[in-house]
């Protein structure tokens, strides 16, 4: 059975720190892309940021770039985004994804059930 694991949300003040992890299961995990997507209340989901496994290619949106950093451990079977200086838009349920196709902005193939990440003002 695969299972994306998600841990780390929380509340935190505005120009904070977080880091989300997930842990996966079920698959082979070197030959997966694993990312994040971002939903936010009222808001169509969002690809946040993805590495590919196999060769380490990294993808980031252009809203998170600076700040947000993705590493993979494979040895964990674990994906880590350190989240910095946040904004309240970054207010959003953050789900880790995972695809042997590579990453895309549009569609993942397989989801983790999220993490509620709140920014305050």
């Known amino acids: 059975e695969v299972q994306l694991v998600e841990s780390g949300g929380g509340l935190v003040q505005a120009g904070g720190s977080l880091r989300l992890s997930c842990t996966a299961s079920?698959?082979?995990?070197?030959?997966?892309?694993i990312g994040w997507f971002r939903q936010a209340p009222g808001k169509e989901r969002e690809a946040v940021s993805c590495?590919?496994?196999?060769?380490?290619?990294?993808y980031y949106a252009d809203s998170v770039k600076g700040r947000f950093t993705i590493s993979s451990d494979n040895t964990k079977n674990t994906v880590t985004l350190r989240m910095n200086n946040l904004k309240p838009e970054d207010t959003a349920v953050y789900y880790c994804?995972?695809?042997?196709?590579?990453?895309?902005?549009?569609?993942?193939?397989?989801w983790g059930k999220g993490t509620l990440v709140t920014v305050s003002s």
């Open positions: 994804v995972a695809d042997r196709a590579g990453c895309s902005t549009d569609v993942m193939y397989y």
């Open positions: 079920g698959f082979n995990f070197n030959d997966h892309a």
């Open positions: 590495i590919v496994n196999s060769d380490r290619n990294i």
